[in-house]
Every structure is written in structure tokens, then in C-alpha cells.
């Protein structure tokens, strides 16, 4: 019996490495072959580009010869030897994307990335629709402007549409059009696309999304709060449109939401003690919003929270006690808000963190117990005593003419905090450009994120958070 069953293994065996070899020795197809060598010779190579990482074409045949799914950046079926993917990402790619591109003949590709490469502010082609069979469309951060072609919302199979724009004139003229039909999108990035439009409510009912960056389309009217509610949603990031209003839910979230990113909007109301059950939750950036009310005590129970970015709104009363069970913040910025206390004891917990700023609010600490603290860590901003000046902020701009009655000034204590209008219709809105120096009490995305010093500027916010977003994929 035991030799049988050897017998039958051995078989078995041999008979999978021979189909393993028969399928290795399937070669790409002639056509798609031409294909990928005529997309190749429209382009030229610019290795001194900030996007380029390392030229993939480099490696195909000149003359088109050969075996085209052995080429970086290609894959191919081992049955059919089909093209069904292409990555050409970070490829140094330089040149203007032809209207009839030889892509479109790669009817059998699943997934397609063109991202961060330079196609000299040409237009995305029309004629997405001719790839069927297409999951995976990546056109981000390599300089396609004009307007986004309609027939993309044809690819009913998407899984993953990213169209991050680094051209001031890539627009959509209407989102719910383009997106209505995708009802099976998981990831969707359109940040810096020019949308100027409201948000489109048919996103509340995408619950297979996983990832949404709609930062800085220009997006206004009232966000879809059901949308915190998605059963898979991990990212949202709808930061920088000043115009869209919204508000945190009281009640229900989306229990996998790992990272929210809000600052630069008209956000508004309390910080729910509801957010405390965000048991997954890494970073929240809700800066230069219109959040008011206490800081809740929920927060304390945020326990793999890495960024709390607070500062700029009208928040007040005392930071909790519970923010020292926040043992894995790195990030706590809560400056130029209402806040009052007489004691940081609570900051001896967060071992980790690397920065921490709470200037413009309305402490008085002894300078016995801010020397009984231990500030060596870097990119700690100096803090605020009852004898020493704290460092200033930006100038902000104004408040406009109101008829509320402005509020008291402290007269005692070290306070520098300027009365502040209390509704978004009256609180002027500020500058988002950074100071020239570090540390910096701006938006989480216009830093170097949990860094010490400042990233070659070259390399630019939209690209940060874009390798943000693969890390935590």
C-alpha cells in the first residue's frame, strides 16, 4: 500500500512539472508584442526626473524580438501568453500620450499602471472601454491634464481606479457620472482632479470601498456622513475642500477605519465620545477645521494611534488623562485652540513621540513641572511656561466684522490665545503654506510624517501621501 501511494506521488509529480514546462514555454503574442514596442518607441527615457526610479523598458528588445513576457514591467497568462498586466510605474517615461496609443490593443490586460512617469500634459486618451477586462487602472501623478474621457465609467470590472492629478487642469465635469456604474470599486483616488462639484451621494453606497482620497477636488455642499459608516472603508482622506461642510457621527462607524484625514474643510460640531470605538485607528488629521466642544476622553482608548493632528479649531477644557494610554503616538499636535490645564504628567507614557505642539491655547505650568518633563526627543516645539515666551505661529489673517461679542483675553498666565468667531461662516479661513522652518504646526500631509527633518521638497505633498497610502496597503 505505502508503495503504491509513492507510485502515485511520483506520478503526479511528473506529470505537473510537465505541465509547469509546457506552460513556461508559451510566448507573448505577436501583436501584442508590436503593441508594447510602439508604445515604447513613442517615448523617450528621463532619468532625471523626481518620479524616476529605474527605466523598465530598458530591459525590452529593441527590434521587438523575443519573449515580451519576460520584460520588466509585463505580465503574461501561462496558459493563454496573453498580456494581462502592465507596470510602467515610476519608468521615467517622457513624451506626449498619443490619442490612438497602441495600449488600447492590449484587449486581454487586467491591470494597468502608469503612474508617476511624464506625459507632458497631454490628455488621457479616450478609449479605456476597449480594455474590458480591465481591474486595476493606475494614471496618477504623471501630468495628464484636460478632462477626464467618460468611456472609463464603461469599465464596469474596476477594482481600483487612481487618477491623482499633478495638473492644475485635470477636471471631471461630473463624478457621479464616471462613477455610478463602478459599484465595485474597493480603492478610488481623485485628489487634486478639479471637481468643483458636491459630493456625489451614490459613493454611500460602494461597500466594498476600502480607500477614498478626494483631497483638494474643490468638492463642496454637505458630506454624506453615512459615508464614515461604509462596512470596509480603511483610508478617507477629503482634506483641503474648504468648501464641503460636514460633521462627525454620534453613534454608528465604520469599525476598520485606519486613517482620516479632514483638515482644511468646514467640518464642524463635537468630537463624538463615539470615535473612541475606532479600535484600528492610526492617524486623524483634523486640523484648521471648525471642531468645538471638549476633547473626549473616548480618545484615550485609541490605542495604535500614531498622529492626532487637532490644532486650529475652537476646541476647549482640559486634554484628558486618558491621552497617556496613547502609548504609540508619535504626532500630537493641538495648538492655537481654547484649550486650559496646569499640568503635562500625562506626556511621561507616550514614549514614542517625536512631536508635540500645544501653543495658543490657555496653559499655565509651572516651570518646576515643565522641567520635571523630559523633552529630548526631536521636533518637540518649546513649551509654553508661566516665565518664558512660547515660540509665535504664523500670522493668521483678521477675524472678519462680527456682531458676536468677542471673548475675553486671559490676563493672567501665558496665554496667547486671540478671540476666535465660533461658526465657519465667520472664521476667516488661513493660509495652508507652510513656514520655511521645522518643526511645523500645519497638516499632517504637508509634513514629513513622523520624520525630524524636511524631505527634498522636490519630491512634493501629493507624493508623500501616495507613499503613504502603498504602506498601508
Same mark, same amino acid.
Given at each position: 500500500?505505502?508503495?503504491?501511494?509513492?507510485?502515485?506521488?511520483?506520478?503526479?509529480?511528473?506529470?505537473?512539472?510537465?505541465?509547469?514546462?509546457?506552460?513556461?514555454?508559451?510566448?507573448?503574442?505577436?501583436?501584442?508584442?508590436?503593441?508594447?514596442?510602439?508604445?515604447?518607441?513613442?517615448?523617450?527615457?528621463?532619468?532625471?526626473?523626481?518620479?524616476?526610479?529605474?527605466?523598465?523598458?530598458?530591459?525590452?528588445?529593441?527590434?521587438?524580438?523575443?519573449?515580451?513576457?519576460?520584460?520588466?514591467?509585463?505580465?503574461?497568462?501561462?496558459?493563454?501568453?496573453?498580456?494581462?498586466?502592465?507596470?510602467?510605474?515610476?519608468?521615467?517615461?517622457?513624451?506626449?500620450?498619443?490619442?490612438?496609443?497602441?495600449?488600447?490593443?492590449?484587449?486581454?490586460?487586467?491591470?494597468?499602471?502608469?503612474?508617476?512617469?511624464?506625459?507632458?500634459?497631454?490628455?488621457?486618451?479616450?478609449?479605456?472601454?476597449?480594455?474590458?477586462?480591465?481591474?486595476?487602472?493606475?494614471?496618477?501623478?504623471?501630468?495628464?491634464?484636460?478632462?477626464?474621457?467618460?468611456?472609463?465609467?464603461?469599465?464596469?470590472?474596476?477594482?481600483?481606479?487612481?487618477?491623482?492629478?499633478?495638473?492644475?487642469?485635470?477636471?471631471?465635469?461630473?463624478?457621479?457620472?464616471?462613477?455610478?456604474?463602478?459599484?465595485?470599486?474597493?480603492?478610488?483616488?481623485?485628489?487634486?482632479?478639479?471637481?468643483?462639484?458636491?459630493?456625489?451621494?451614490?459613493?454611500?453606497?460602494?461597500?466594498?470601498?476600502?480607500?477614498?482620497?478626494?483631497?483638494?477636488?474643490?468638492?463642496?455642499?454637505?458630506?454624506?456622513?453615512?459615508?464614515?459608516?461604509?462596512?470596509?472603508?480603511?483610508?478617507?482622506?477629503?482634506?483641503?475642500?474648504?468648501?464641503?461642510?460636514?460633521?462627525?457621527?454620534?453613534?454608528?462607524?465604520?469599525?476598520?477605519?485606519?486613517?482620516?484625514?479632514?483638515?482644511?474643510?468646514? &467640518? =464642524? %460640531?463635537?468630537? #463624538?465620545? /463615539?470615535? *473612541?470605538?475606532? +479600535?484600528? !485607528? $492610526?492617524? @486623524?488629521?483634523?486640523?484648521?477645521?471648525? &471642531? =468645538? %466642544?471638549?476633547? #473626549?476622553? /473616548?480618545? *484615550?482608548?485609541? +490605542?495604535? !494611534? $500614531?498622529? @492626532?493632528?487637532?490644532?486650529?479649531?475652537?476646541?476647549? %477644557?482640559?486634554? #484628558?488623562? /486618558?491621552?497617556?494610554?496613547?502609548?504609540? !503616538?508619535?504626532? @500630537?499636535?493641538?495648538?492655537?485652540?481654547?484649550?486650559? %490645564?496646569?499640568?503635562?504628567?500625562?506626556?511621561?507614557?507616550?514614549?514614542? !513621540?517625536?512631536? @508635540?505642539?500645544?501653543?495658543?491655547?490657555?496653559?499655565?505650568?509651572?516651570?518646576?513641572?515643565?522641567?520635571?518633563?523630559?523633552?529630548?526627543?526631536?521636533?518637540?516645539?518649546?513649551?509654553?511656561?508661566?516665565?518664558?515666551?512660547?515660540?509665535?505661529?504664523?500670522?493668521?489673517?483678521?477675524?472678519?466684522?462680527?456682531?458676536?461679542?468677542?471673548?475675553?483675553?486671559?490676563?493672567?498666565?501665558?496665554?496667547?490665545?486671540?478671540?476666535?468667531?465660533?461658526?465657519?461662516?465667520?472664521?476667516?479661513?488661513?493660509?495652508?503654506?507652510?513656514?520655511?522652518?521645522?518643526?511645523?504646526?500645519?497638516?499632517?500631509?504637508?509634513?514629513?510624517?513622523?520624520?525630524?527633518?524636511?524631505?527634498?521638497?522636490?519630491?512634493?505633498?501629493?507624493?508623500?501621501?501616495?507613499?503613504?497610502?502603498?504602506?498601508?496597503?
Amino acid at each position: 500500500m505505502a508503495a503504491l501511494s509513492l507510485y502515485l506521488l511520483l506520478t503526479w509529480m511528473f506529470l505537473f512539472s510537465l505541465f509547469r514546462t509546457r506552460f513556461a514555454e508559451v510566448l507573448c503574442h505577436a501583436d501584442e508584442s508590436s503593441a508594447l514596442m510602439e508604445f515604447n518607441r513613442s517615448f523617450r527615457t528621463d532619468t532625471t526626473d523626481w518620479r524616476c526610479v529605474y527605466p523598465k523598458v530598458h530591459s525590452w528588445s529593441l527590434d521587438g524580438s523575443g519573449d515580451c513576457c519576460s520584460w520588466d514591467g509585463v505580465e503574461c497568462d501561462e496558459v493563454t501568453g496573453r498580456v494581462i498586466a502592465l507596470d510602467l510605474s515610476s519608468s521615467c517615461l517622457s513624451g506626449t500620450m498619443r490619442p490612438n496609443t497602441t495600449l488600447f490593443r492590449l484587449v486581454h490586460v487586467e491591470s494597468l499602471n502608469l503612474a508617476f512617469n511624464s506625459f507632458n500634459f497631454s490628455p488621457i486618451p479616450y478609449g479605456f472601454s476597449n480594455l474590458s477586462r480591465l481591474q486595476y487602472l493606475n494614471l496618477s501623478i504623471s501630468d495628464f491634464c484636460s478632462e477626464i474621457p467618460r468611456d472609463i465609467s464603461q469599465l464596469s470590472g474596476l477594482v481600483s481606479l487612481d487618477l491623482t492629478a499633478s495638473c492644475e487642469t485635470l477636471h471631471l465635469p461630473n463624478m457621479g457620472d464616471l462613477v455610478h456604474n463602478l459599484t465595485g470599486l474597493k480603492e478610488l483616488f481623485l485628489s487634486s482632479v478639479s471637481l468643483s462639484s458636491p459630493f456625489p451621494p451614490v459613493l454611500a453606497n460602494f461597500s466594498s470601498l476600502t480607500s477614498l482620497g478626494l483631497a483638494s477636488c474643490g468638492l463642496n455642499g454637505d458630506f454624506p456622513v453615512n459615508i464614515f459608516q461604509l462596512p470596509n472603508l480603511e483610508i478617507l482622506d477629503i482634506h483641503g475642500n474648504s468648501n464641503l461642510s460636514g460633521f462627525l457621527p454620534k453613534l454608528h462607524w465604520g469599525s476598520p477605519l485606519k486613517s482620516i484625514y479632514l483638515s482644511n474643510t468646514n &467640518f =464642524s %460640531g463635537e468630537i #463624538p465620545a /463615539s470615535i *473612541g470605538n475606532l +479600535s484600528l !485607528l $492610526t492617524k @486623524l488629521d483634523a486640523s484648521e477645521c471648525y &471642531f =468645538s %466642544g471638549s476633547l #473626549p476622553s /473616548s480618545l *484615550g482608548n485609541l +490605542s495604535h !494611534l $500614531t498622529a @492626532l493632528v487637532l490644532h486650529r479649531n475652537t476646541l476647549q %477644557g482640559q486634554i #484628558p488623562v /486618558s491621552f497617556a494610554d496613547l502609548t504609540q !503616538l508619535s504626532v @500630537l499636535a493641538l495648538s492655537s485652540n481654547n484649550l486650559s %490645564g496646569d499640568t503635562l504628567e500625562w506626556v511621561v507614557n507616550l514614549t514614542t !513621540l517625536t512631536f @508635540l505642539d500645544i501653543s495658543g491655547n490657555s496653559f499655565f505650568l509651572s516651570a518646576g513641572s515643565v522641567r520635571s518633563l523630559s523633552f529630548s526627543l526631536c521636533n518637540f516645539m518649546e513649551p509654553p511656561t508661566s516665565r518664558a515666551p512660547r515660540r509665535s505661529l504664523p500670522p493668521r489673517p483678521p477675524p472678519r466684522p462680527s456682531s458676536r461679542r468677542p471673548q475675553a483675553k486671559p490676563e493672567t498666565g501665558t496665554s496667547s490665545s486671540t478671540s476666535r468667531p465660533t461658526s465657519p461662516s465667520e472664521m476667516p479661513r488661513r493660509s495652508s503654506s507652510p513656514p520655511p522652518s521645522c518643526p511645523k504646526p500645519y497638516p499632517l500631509h504637508q509634513w514629513p510624517p513622523l520624520a525630524c527633518s524636511v524631505e527634498d521638497q522636490r519630491v512634493g505633498r501629493v507624493h508623500r501621501v501616495h507613499r503613504e497610502r502603498e504602506s498601508e496597503n
